[in-house]
C-alpha cells in the first residue's frame, strides 16, 4: 500500500514564510524549484533559493526527507493558508553556511545574497530560526475565509475586558491581555 503524499500535490495551497529569504511562498512552487534543480535544471528565477537549496539551508529537502522517511504529511491544505514550518526542520537548517563560491556560480541577486550573508552570520553565532513562539497572538484564519482586512482589536486592560474578551471568543485578546503585551 502506498502512502498518498498530499504536500506533494501541484495543487496544494500551503504556504510558509521561508526561513532565509523571509517571503511568503507556496510549497508547491519550493517543490517545483527543488525537481528542476534535483534534475541539473537551473531555471533563471530564484538563484537564490537554488543556491541555498544545494547548499542546504533551504527547508524543502528537510521536509521531502521528513516526510518520506516519517509518512508524517503536515504541509497540505486544499485552500490557500499561510502555516509553519515544524521546528525540528528549522533546526536542522539553522547551522547551515552557504558559501560565496556557491553564491557566485549562482548568480544570486544583490538582495539575496544580503539575506544568504546574514543567514551565514546567524549560523555562526549559533543563532535559532526561530527562538520561541511571539508574545503576541494572532488570530489564525484561513486565507480563504478573508474578505477585507479586519480592524485592529485593542487588547483589554482589565479583568473585566478579559471576561469580555474570552465570552466573546476573541482569543487573541484574551491571551494577550493576560500576558501583558
Excluded at 532565509?20 to 508547491?28: E, L
Excluded at 525540528?88 to 556560480?105: F, G, H, K, N, Y
Excluded at 535559532?128 to 475565509?145: A, G
Amino acid at each position: 500500500m502506498t502512502f498518498p503524499i498530499k504536500t506533494y500535490d501541484p495543487a496544494n495551497q500551503f504556504q510558509f514564510v521561508c526561513p532565509v529569504f523571509k517571503a511568503t511562498t507556496k510549497i508547491a512552487s519550493c517543490l517545483t524549484l527543488r525537481d528542476l534543480v534535483w534534475r541539473g535544471e537551473h531555471p533563471e528565477q530564484r538563484k537564490g533559493c537554488q543556491c541555498a537549496m544545494e547548499s542546504g539551508k533551504c527547508p524543502i529537502p528537510v521536509i521531502v526527507t521528513k516526510i518520506t522517511r516519517l509518512r508524517n504529511d503536515p504541509y497540505h491544505s486544499d485552500a490557500p493558508k499561510v502555516g509553519a514550518l515544524e521546528f525540528d526542520i528549522l533546526d536542522a537548517i539553522a547551522p547551515v553556511l552557504t558559501s560565496d563560491r556557491a553564491m557566485q556560480r549562482h548568480g544570486v541577486s544583490a538582495g539575496e545574497e544580503k539575506l544568504l550573508i546574514k543567514a551565514n552570520e546567524d549560523a555562526r553565532n549559533g543563532v535559532r530560526i526561530i527562538t520561541k513562539p511571539p508574545r503576541r497572538i494572532e488570530r489564525v484564519v484561513d486565507m480563504e475565509d478573508v474578505k477585507a482586512p479586519a480592524a485592529a482589536l485593542p487588547a483589554p486592560t482589565d479583568a473585566s475586558e478579559l471576561v469580555r474578551a474570552a465570552q466573546s471568543g476573541d482569543m487573541a485578546a484574551a491571551i494577550n491581555a493576560e500576558v501583558g503585551s
